[in-house]
C-alpha cells in the first residue's frame, strides 16, 4: 500500500531528524502540514496487533510501534516504564526519567530532559537544554492539520505539574513555575510591563524569551462573578530572567 509506504519512510525520517513537523524559518514557526496528514495516514491504515513485552500487556497498531534504540544512539532511558513511539527524534544525550512518554511526531534536542510522569504529545517541538520538570504535560496535536503543535524553545525550564497545550509557544531562556497552565486561551499578565498577552491572530500565544511564568488570578470584574468574589486564573510574568534565576534553575546538572 503506498500510503503505508509514504508513512513508513517519513517516520524513519522524522525519527533521524532530517525532517520535522514544525521549524523556525525566517524567525517564524511554520507547520509542515503535509507531514502531520501522512502521520494521520499511518492511523487509519494500521491494524490492531499484539505489542506485548514482558508482564504487561499491550495492543495498538501495527504501524506504530515503541521506537527502538541501542546505545549508539546516545539517549539515556532510565528504566521504569518510559515509552517513545515511532517517528518521534530524541537527540543524542537526552536524559528521559521513568515513567515518560513521547508520542509520534515529537522533537527532543539535545541536552534535555523529561523528568518523571512527563508527556511529550504528538508533533510537540521541544528544543536544546530543556528541562521538563515531573508531571510536566506538553500537548499535542495532530488534528487540525494546519494547527501549530506546542513549541518550547531552547534554554527553558518547566516546573513540575504544568500543562503547556495548544499551539502555545515558550521562547527560549523562559522558566515556567511549578502548576502553570497554559492554553491558546489563557490570558498571560506581564507585571513588568503591565500588559496582558493574548493569542495572535493565527490562535497562537507566545510566552517572551526570558520570562518568568507563575500562577496567579485577577477578579471578575462584572456580573453575578465580581459579587460573588470570583477569581479567574491567570499566569503572570513577574520578572524577566536574571543571574539569580540562573542558579535556581541549574541545579538539574547535578543529576546528569
Not at 508513512?7 to 502531520?36: D, P
Not at 510536566?136 to 516546573?159: K, R, T
Request: include cysteine.
Amino acid at each position: 500500500m503506498k500510503e503505508l509506504e509514504n508513512f513508513n519512510r517519513t517516520c524513519e525520517l522524522l525519527e533521524k531528524g532530517e525532517i520535522r513537523v514544525a521549524e523556525k524559518r525566517n524567525g517564524e514557526w511554520t507547520v509542515n502540514s503535509s507531514i502531520k496528514e501522512t502521520i494521520l495516514e499511518g492511523f487509519r491504515y494500521g491494524k490492531m496487533c499484539d505489542m506485548t513485552q514482558g508482564y504487561f500487556p499491550f495492543f495498538d497498531k501495527d504501524s506504530i510501534p515503541v521506537r527502538k534504540f541501542s546505545l549508539n544512539d546516545g539517549v539515556r532511558i532510565v528504566p521504569g516504564g518510559t515509552s517513545v513511539r515511532r517517528g518521534a527524534y530524541i537527540a543524542k544525550s537526552v536524559v528521559i526519567m521513568p515513567p515518560a512518554y513521547v508520542n509520534i511526531g515529537a522533537y527532543v534536542d539535545s541536552g534535555t530532559m523529561i523528568d518523571s510522569h512527563a508527556l511529550v504529545g504528538s508533533c510537540a517541538q521541544i528544543g536544546k537544554n530543556v528541562h521538563l520538570s515531573a508531571a510536566s504535560q506538553i500537548g499535542g496535536v495532530l488534528e487540525p492539520v494546519g494547527a501549530l503543535p506546542v513549541i518550547i524553545e531552547d534554554n527553558v525550564f518547566i516546573g513540575g505539574n504544568c500543562g503547556i497545550y495548544e499551539g502555545t509557544i515558550i521562547k527560549e531562556n523562559a522558566v515556567i513555575g511549578t502548576g502553570v497552565i497554559i492554553n491558546a486561551s489563557t490570558s498571560i499578565f506581564d507585571a513588568v510591563n503591565g500588559s496582558f498577552i493574548v493569542r495572535d491572530d493565527k490562535g497562537r500565544i507566545t510566552v517572551p524569551e526570558n520570562a518568568v511564568v507563575v500562577a496567579g488570578s485577577r477578579p471578575v470584574t462584572k456580573g453575578p462573578g465580581k459579587d460573588a468574589g470570583i477569581q479567574l486564573y491567570t499566569p503572570v510574568i513577574v520578572k524577566y530572567r536574571d543571574s539569580k534565576t540562573d542558579r535556581s534553575v541549574s541545579l538539574e546538572a547535578l543529576l546528569r
